[in-house]
């Protein structure tokens, strides 16, 4: 019945322009007739709460019914989060402010809240961060996220007002990211996306790691704004082979810098690891976070944490020969079967 329910509700907000367009990329891949790939798209919607997103990105109409049973589709995932995760908590991660002063040892940098600030405070940040970060308090997938510095032709006044009703009310001193990942793309600050899990016994877990990074001049890493993802072997924290983008390209080398990607070592790797599941601990409410953090010169420090982390980058067509999704990863720290109850117990 709730896989019912999930589909009628994906139905009722139906992109039906995306859908089809998603349905001629099937087609020109495999040869499917029309009717037969909206029906394979519609059984694996049924079977396994996957969109039709989910059914191209992740390869589902090349896949036997065994290998589609372990993708972590979006009605999957949002029932780990809804499961794992208390409501009452989002604040500590949708307020950025409220997050650098809760994570304040691990995001290690200061910041200014600007609509709690006047204009001599204002000047005083710029004085010391001359080229700094603005963005939203609650903006998602990089969306506001402007690099500033001060014009003349504009003046101090005239940037605190833009920002003031830009919303872009949160600043932030430009992260010095190590040189190592420089070397991949010097353009915008390149995160490490670690996705954990903490058990029923407080054990955190890491169930995904990867590296994501712009490209072409972008100022942001966000996969949803053009940027790339590359996923990170956990035991080495080394690079594997493909980049992927939202459009599902794929790169062997940055299409920039032409650093190759398979076997690059990530630096402080074991270091980021520590900070992961040391933050992972400090909202036991909330025990899915997708981290993203990034590698300075003086160690990892915390960007930002994501209640709701996106399953969209875990390991679409390209970077999985094996067809093998994320849910088995998931199903190992907490059972998929059991998260039913789990949501009927906290509705109660």
Same mark, same amino acid.
């Given at each position: 019945?709730?896989?019912? %329910?999930?589909?009628?509700?994906?139905?009722? @907000?139906?992109?039906?322009?995306?859908?089809?367009?998603?349905?001629?990329?099937?087609?020109?891949?495999?040869?499917? +007739?029309?009717?037969?790939?909206?029906?394979?798209?519609?059984?694996?919607?049924?079977?396994?709460?996957?969109? /039709?997103?989910?059914?191209?990105?992740?390869?589902?109409?090349?896949? *036997?019914?065994?290998?589609?049973?372990?993708?972590?589709?979006?009605?999957?995932? *949002? $029932?780990?989060?809804?499961?794992?995760?208390?409501?009452?908590?989002?604040?500590?991660?949708?307020?950025?402010?409220?997050?650098?002063?809760?994570?304040?040892?691990?995001?290690?940098?200061?910041?200014?809240?600007? !609509?709690?600030?006047?204009?001599? *405070?204002?000047?005083?940040?710029?004085?010391? +961060?001359? %080229?700094?970060?603005?963005?939203?308090?609650?903006?998602?997938?990089?969306?506001?996220?402007?690099?500033?510095?001060?014009?003349? =032709?504009?003046?101090?006044?005239?940037?605190?007002?833009?920002?003031?009703?830009?919303?872009?009310?949160?600043?932030?001193?430009?992260? =010095?990211?190590?040189?190592?990942?420089?070397?991949?793309?010097?353009? !915008?600050?390149?995160?490490? $996306?670690?996705?954990?899990?903490?058990?029923?016994?407080?054990?955190?877990?890491?169930?995904?790691?990867?590296? $994501?990074?712009?490209?072409?001049?972008?100022?942001?890493?966000?996969?949803?704004?053009?940027?790339?993802?590359?996923?990170?072997?956990?035991?080495?924290?080394?690079?594997?082979?493909?980049?992927?983008?939202?459009?599902?390209?794929?790169?062997?080398?940055?299409?920039?810098?032409?650093?190759?990607?398979?076997?690059?070592?990530?630096?402080?790797?074991?270091?980021?690891?520590?900070?992961? /599941?040391?933050? !992972?601990?400090? &909202?036991?409410?909330?025990?899915?976070? @997708?981290?993203?953090?990034?590698?300075?010169?003086?160690?990892?420090?915390? &960007?930002?944490?994501?209640?709701?982390?996106?399953?969209?980058?875990?390991?679409?067509?390209?970077?999985?020969?094996?067809?093998?999704?994320?849910?088995?990863?998931?199903?190992? &720290?907490?059972?998929?079967?059991?998260?039913?109850? $789990? %949501?009927?117990?906290?509705?109660?």
């Amino acid at each position: 019945m709730n896989k019912i %329910i999930y589909l009628f509700k994906r139905i009722i @907000g139906l992109d039906f322009k995306g859908l089809w367009d998603r349905v001629e990329q099937v087609r020109e891949l495999t040869g499917m +007739h029309h009717l037969a790939i909206l029906w394979d798209m519609l059984l694996c919607g049924i079977r396994y709460e996957a969109g /039709y997103i989910d059914y191209t990105i992740f390869g589902m109409y090349d896949m *036997t019914d065994e290998q589609r049973a372990t993708i972590l589709t979006r009605g999957k995932n *949002t $029932r780990y989060v809804r499961a794992l995760n208390n409501r009452e908590d989002y604040h500590y991660f949708n307020n950025k402010t409220e997050f650098l002063a809760l994570f304040e040892k691990e995001c290690g940098r200061e910041f200014l809240d600007l !609509s709690q600030s006047d204009p001599d *405070t204002f000047a005083d940040f710029v004085i010391q +961060h001359p %080229i700094f970060i603005a963005k939203p308090q609650d903006g998602l997938c990089g969306k506001g996220v402007e690099k500033c510095s001060l014009d003349p =032709e504009e003046g101090l006044m005239g940037l605190y007002n833009r920002l003031k009703t830009g919303g872009q009310t949160l600043l932030e001193p430009v992260l =010095e990211q190590h040189d190592k990942i420089n070397k991949i793309y010097a353009g !915008s600050v390149n995160t490490l $996306r670690m996705v954990t899990m903490v058990d029923d016994e407080g054990n955190p877990h890491l169930l995904y790691s990867a590296l $994501r990074i712009g490209s072409g001049g972008a100022v942001v890493d966000n996969f949803n704004s053009g940027g790339m993802v590359v996923p990170v072997d956990p035991k080495t924290g080394k690079l594997e082979k493909y980049a992927v983008n939202k459009a599902g390209q794929a790169f062997e080398r940055h299409p920039d810098t032409d650093i190759l990607f398979e076997g690059y070592a990530l630096p402080l790797w074991k270091q980021s690891l520590l900070l992961a /599941y040391n933050a !992972s601990k400090k &909202v036991p409410g909330v025990r899915l976070v @997708g981290w993203d953090l990034c590698i300075t010169p003086d160690g990892p420090v915390l &960007v930002e944490g994501n209640h709701y982390p996106g399953h969209d980058i875990y390991r679409p067509v390209p970077q999985n020969p094996e067809k093998k999704g994320l849910l088995p990863a998931f199903n190992a &720290v907490v059972p998929y079967s059991s998260l039913e109850e $789990r %949501i009927k117990e906290k509705n109660k």
